[in-house]
């Protein structure tokens, strides 16, 4: 059987229903991994004063996992600087928090030199290799400069950008001649897939094969929609461990007479905390009726510290809340809850089963796992709804969810007004078709999808598929 190698910048080893992790890409790649014993390299997520390409290797659950330490100036240009200062707001549509500093670029190139210089003598004739996401867009072409003939595939956890928006990254034409190094590129979504035709297109003067690949910089590249999913058979399980019981009893114990809100995000502004916030309290003072019935609590742990904008979000996340709380507060409730701390997965699970309303509403996200999880921990006889951004790439297949625009709190409050009140019938026959799709197309299904493709086995690459209606 040919080897899988998965490469991603940072690697958490396969993790148990108990153990914490922050991080949509890690709970996808663990999953993922699970069931191949493959290797997995990347970031160890410290550092050395001088880079050395040593690996640190160990096995965890039959998946051989490889680490090198970076260079404190390689995390400072290329992970902080280059990765989540450069592209992750540009590619979230914030132009506005874009930083273009040629030292990131730098950064960018010379780390991702060294990940291909570090694995490169381990990859073997017949192992296929999976790149993912935006801090290693050049490593194809690193491996390719030094040999590897292997099949490669990347695959975006996040949106590609629109046309505009890419061209504004002075480096545009480099960053995507050098996907052009692999043989299979994914996206979470359609949408996805064609706004990187579209730039392909127009900008890089591409075409299109007639089997519907993409040729420019006189090279081919296969590409397609492949929208990732979670384990929602694990998820399912894990309700049944003491721990969700237990979080599940507490919450809703704590919640007599109240209903539960839920929303739980890495703290970031593309998940759109502070528009939320803003929601809620439209909600709040537009039903004073069933302001008194509710509860909202978010969870939202800090994810990025050192990067500046993640510490002046949270200052402003607590001036909301403390508003909110001052305004509709009494001496035995506060409506709002936010809480900056990572929770097991168990207990994660055991807190959206008693929320009756899953609030997910990211300005863009690449996909969001949470609104799956969230659906695939109700209770199959009374189950919760969800409310979901339609900038969330999970919104092309979830059209059940109340679909919101995440801008706008009317929109928000009206949902929340809409989910606190439905009716079980309907709840039922949306929780129904959602879940029917959470568990239908979920991380095995992803993975298969991805690697077959890039094996070279029939695969369905979706790029055509138009998503689904969405649904109001
Ligand atoms: P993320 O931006 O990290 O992922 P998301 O898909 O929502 O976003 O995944 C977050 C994961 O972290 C979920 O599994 C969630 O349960 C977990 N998590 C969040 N807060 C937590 C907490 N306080 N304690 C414990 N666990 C917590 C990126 C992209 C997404 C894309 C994924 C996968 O930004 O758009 O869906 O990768 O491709």
Redesign the pocket.
């Known amino acids: 059987m040919t080897r899988l190698i998965v490469i991603s910048n940072r690697v958490t080893p396969p993790v148990g229903k108990g153990e914490?992790?922050?991080?949509?890409?890690?709970?996808?790649l663990a999953a993922a991994l699970r069931e191949y014993s493959g290797l997995w390299f990347g970031w160890s997520g410290r550092t050395t004063p001088q880079f050395s390409g040593q690996l640190a290797m160990r096995r965890v659950e039959g998946v051989t996992i490889a680490t090198v330490d970076l260079e404190p100036g390689d995390v400072e240009e290329y992970y902080n600087g280059y990765a989540n200062k450069t592209l992750w707001p540009l590619f979230h549509y914030r132009v506005d928090l874009t930083a273009y500093d040629r030292a990131f670029d730098a950064g960018y190139q010379r780390v991702n030199r060294r990940f291909a210089e570090t694995i490169g003598p381990l990859i073997e004739p017949d192992d296929l290799i999976w790149v993912h996401?935006y801090h290693m867009i050049p490593l194809a072409r690193e491996l390719r400069r030094l040999g590897v003939k292997n099949r490669i595939g990347f695959?975006l956890?996040?949106?590609w950008p629109a046309h505009q928006l890419l061209v504004t990254l002075p480096t545009h034409k480099a960053l995507v001649e050098s996907l052009f190094d692999y043989d299979l590129l994914g996206f979470?979504t359609p949408e996805y897939a064609t706004a990187f035709e579209e730039y392909v297109l127009a900008e890089a003067g591409g075409g299109r094969t007639e089997d519907g690949r993409l040729t420019a910089f006189g090279r081919t590249v296969e590409y397609g929609a492949f929208p990732?999913g979670?384990d929602a058979a694990d998820f399912a399980d894990m309700l049944g461990a003491e721990r969700a019981g237990r979080t599940y009893d507490r919450m809703v114990a704590h919640t007599v007479f109240r209903k539960l809100i839920v929303g739980?995000?890495?703290l970031?502004y593309?998940?759109g905390l502070e528009e939320r916030f803003a929601g809620f309290e439209r909600f709040l003072a537009d039903n004073p009726d069933l302001r008194r019935e509710v509860l909202m609590v978010q969870?939202?742990?800090v994810?990025r510290e050192a990067v500046e904008t993640y510490q002046e979000i949270r200052g402003r996340l607590d001036a909301l809340s403390g508003r909110i709380n001052g305004a509709h507060a009494d001496l035995a409730w506060n409506p709002l809850r936010c809480?900056n701390?990572?929770?097991?997965?168990d207990?994660?699970a055991g807190l959206y089963r008693a929320a009756k309303v899953g609030l997910?509403t990211?300005l863009r996200?690449?996909?969001?796992?949470?609104?799956k999880?969230y659906v695939a921990a109700q209770d199959p006889a009374d189950p919760g709804v969800l409310v979901l951004s339609r900038f969330?790439?999970?919104a092309g297949q979830m059209p059940e969810a109340l679909i919101v625009n995440p801008n706008s709190p009317e929109e928000i409050s009206e949902a929340l007004k809409r989910a606190l009140t439905m009716p079980l019938e309907e709840r039922l026959a949306r929780w129904r078709a959602l879940f029917k799709r959470v568990r239908s197309e979920d991380v095995s299904a992803w993975r298969d999808a991805f690697v077959d493709a890039l094996a070279g086995r029939p695969a369905e690459v979706v790029a055509a598929k138009t998503p689904p209606a969405l649904a109001s």
Do not use: C
């Open positions: 914490e992790s922050v991080g949509g890409l890690a709970m996808a996401d695959f956890h996040i949106p979470q990732i979670i739980v995000d890495r970031d593309s998940k969870v939202a742990p994810s809480v701390r990572n929770y097991r997965r207990e994660l997910v990211p996200d690449g996909m969001n796992l949470v609104a999880e969330a790439g999970a």
